[in-house]
């Protein structure tokens, strides 16, 4: 019998649903890759479905090549959350910066 590597969800599951939808099958299946498809821009959206567990976020206007490119690079346990991932990197390394200066100046005072 053969097993489910990948799994497609459209972001506007019918019922409204789908963040839960991908913890769930992430807790039944964690070594399942989830690609999202959405129609909304990635940087707003994404960071709710990292945090529910997807794989990838992509928009369904992406091309064909694109699409493909996603599905591969999820399969070889890469993500696909680029632009979201570099600015979310960002924040965090500033955010990190601040506190370590931020408690050498209390330790000035």
Do not use: R
């Not at 997807?54 to 699409?67: M, Q, T, Y």
């Amino acid at each position: 019998m053969q097993q489910i590597e990948i799994v497609v969800i459209d972001a506007l599951f019918p019922d409204g649903n789908s963040v839960n939808i991908i913890s769930q099958i992430k807790n039944l299946k964690p070594e399942i890759k989830i690609l999202v498809f959405s129609g909304v821009d990635e940087s707003t959206q994404s960071i709710k479905y990292i945090n529910a567990g997807a794989n990838g976020f992509l928009s369904k206007l992406s091309e064909e090549n694109d699409i493909k490119e996603a599905i591969l690079k999820i399969h070889q346990t890469e993500s696909i959350f680029p632009q979201l991932l570099k600015m979310y990197s960002l924040i965090l390394y500033k955010t990190e910066t601040l506190l370590i200066l931020y408690k050498g100046l209390q330790k000035e005072n």
